[in-house]
């Protein structure tokens, strides 16, 4: 049985610190990997998972992880979280398969809320233990 995984993509642990007790709380593994690399390699082990980006001053790089995750493991749920300055963005993540786009004027206390709903899709699955 695979524990689910929140992946956290960001360069401030901002995100990360207001979602480490809901994580805490439902035994998900929190991961905060640094490289575009280790966010694919935490993937492939599989298991349940959402997976949060924050953008930051390297959007390419940002855009091009976030195009990797939605082809390479569709099933992961994916949140774009984002500033007024990437408002444009918005619709890229969508076509892209985001699950979530965050935008001012939402806060990013609201995350909490949007990860349980998106890790509740995956309870069926984390709990079956086998075939039909």
Known sequence: MHYPQLLIYETDRRLAMLLQRVA?????LLREPRQPSAVLRLLDRGGPGVFLLRLSRDVER?????????WLHPDTASILVADNEHRGLAGLAWD??????????????????IVLHLMAQYEPMSM?????
């Open 62 to 70: 940002e855009m091009a992880l976030l195009e990797q995750v939605s």
């Open 96 to 113: 892209l398969g985001v699950r979530w786009v965050l935008l001012p004027p939402h806060t990013r206390e609201q995350l909490e809320e």
């Open 128 to 132: 079956s233990r086998g075939g039909t």
């Open 24 to 28: 805490d709380k439902n035994n998900w």
